[in-house]
């Protein structure tokens, strides 16, 4: 079933995984570390992709700045 898209993105694990093309226990990794931005429902875990985006191209800039 579709819903239409209204505000955030938000996805659980499984999309997460797709989106990013690592593998859930990577993320459940992370999520443990406090390496990622997630939204914890009870013992839900969500993912706003805007967020996981601002994430994404937080470490772009470390990395190229580290580099140059």
Known sequence: ESYPRVG???V????LSDYLGVCINTIYSWVSQGRIPCIKMGR????DLDKIDAWI???ERNVNSKAA
Not at 12 to 15: K, L, S, Y
Not at 44 to 47: E, P, Q, V, Y
């Open 8 to 10: 955030k993105r938000i």
């Open 12 to 15: 659980d694990i499984h999309g």
């Open 57 to 59: 191209a937080e470490r």
């Open 44 to 47: 839900l875990l969500r993912f």
